[in-house]
């Protein structure tokens, strides 16, 4: 499964085109409506939220609910396209009211691009670097989640820091079996960050408040779990085919992410090996893990356990107390370019991840199992499982 997106941040339209999705897939308008609107929600977000309620149409692919197996398209309409028609018309000259952008922001695309593309406007550059293109993933991420959710598997994410601000949440990833806090889901989505522990929620908003104030931005970090993995997706055998880096790949495709851990991550490897390694055991009739250090992921292949990512978001690089940069006109020394902006879209990186997660897993199913009908796929899977079932031998 595979995805492409188009689209300028203020265009008409962001546009996904999602290939290999098998025939036979249930899609539910409903889930996809719930991916969209859970990217645009958290505290900290601008006022181009207020603009959009991001509605993802399918125009292919998709008959009566069901996938056909050719190429799904999705478009996502852009409310504030309205104020931009002049200013990003595809033909025409530029309007007097839409100055070109040349004050660079420290941290954003626009001067590498700027130098890459021997363009004169950095507009030209920060409409598609914009992290607005994200909403088109999340649609094609929606897809993938409908593939797992029928093959039992669920991806969730949740909130772990915001700039100086951490929950510790190391109970709720110390799984020993596939089993998450019944009410773990229900916390995450109910706080405005998507953090479960309500009082450093409450903490996160004042810092992003604070931040606001001050002018600045806030970065943060998020955990992504899949839970209900069937062990030996990916590869041992061959570099590009290690899920552990597909995976890396996905999230750091996400704009603003700078780290990546798996599982116990950086601080885990400072424990021995006999401490760090997952003792295996037999529960219920299949191998599992002691602990899960190893984040479910061992020798490039998902070993059965949840999954876990934590990944790092940088600060997003709009501050409305600009940094020093240099005007490419004049080459002189000059403040840096403020666009309405977001303080804070850790929460919504997070969801973004999941997509990008979810997508990842369902291709690995795809590969493993058959990629022509989900029928085919599920009597595959059950084939493997039988297999692997300890008791069954
Ligand atoms: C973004 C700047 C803001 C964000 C945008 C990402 O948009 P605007 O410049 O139109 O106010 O709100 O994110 C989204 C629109 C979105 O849907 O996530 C940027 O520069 O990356």
Redesign the pocket.
């Known amino acids: 499964m595979q995805y492409v997106t188009s689209g300028e941040?203020?265009g008409p339209k962001l546009t996904t085109i999602v290939t290999g999705v098998p025939a036979g897939l249930n899609l539910d308008e409903q889930s996809i409506a719930s991916d969209m609107r859970r990217r645009?929600s958290g505290y900290g977000?601008?006022?181009?939220?207020i603009i959009?309620t991001d509605t993802a149409t399918i125009t292919s692919g998709v008959r009566f609910g069901k996938t056909l197996g050719s190429p799904v398209s999705i478009d996502i309409v852009n409310k504030?396209w309205k104020n931009w028609t002049g200013k990003m018309a595809a033909f025409g000259n530029r309007p007097d009211e839409c100055p070109r952008e040349v004050t660079p922001r420290p941290g954003h695309a626009d001067i590498v691009g700027f130098m890459k593309t021997n363009t004169d406007d950095c507009r030209d550059i920060?409409e598609r670097a914009?992290?607005?293109e994200?909403?088109a993933r999340v649609a094609a991420g929606a897809i993938a989640r409908e593939l797992l959710a029928e093959v039992g598997v669920e991806v969730f994410s949740w909130v772990k820091s915001i700039a100086d601000v951490a929950t510790d949440d190391s109970c709720l990833i110390d799984y020993t079996n596939n089993e998450i806090p019944s009410d773990l889901l229900a916390r995450i989505e109910f706080s405005e960050v998507r953090c479960p522990d309500d009082e450093v929620t409450q903490r996160m908003i004042k810092r992003i408040d604070e931040a606001k104030e001050a002018g600045e931005t806030c970065g943060g970090t998020f955990r992504v779990v899949a839970t209900g993995l069937v062990p030996g997706l990916g590869s041992y055998s061959e570099a590009t085919s290690r899920l552990t880096s597909k995976l890396a790949a996905s999230i750091f495709s996400i704009p603003a992410i700078k780290g990546l851990e798996f599982g116990a991550g950086f601080a885990g490897v400072s424990q021995l090996g006999t401490r760090f390694h997952d003792e295996i055991a037999i529960l219920s009739g299949s191998f599992v893990r002691k602990t899960n250090n190893a984040g479910g992921l061992e020798g490039g292949m998902t070993n059965g356990m949840p999954l876990i990512i934590t990944a790092a978001m940088k600060p997003i690089p709009?501050c409305m107390n600009p940094l020093e940069t240099v005007n490419l006109d004049t080459l002189e020394v000059a403040k840096s370019s403020k666009?309405?902006?977001?303080v804070c879209a850790v929460p919504?990186a997070a969801v973004v991840a999941e997509a990008e997660v979810s997508l990842v897993l369902a291709d690995a199913y795809i590969e493993m199992f058959g990629n022509t009908c989900m029928s085919d796929l599920k009597a595959n899977l059950k084939h493997y499982k039988d297999r692997l079932s300890v008791i069954s031998r």
């Open positions: 941040s203020h645009q977000r601008g006022g181009r939220q959009e504030d920060l914009s992290a607005r994200t909403a709009t666009e309405r902006s977001d919504a």
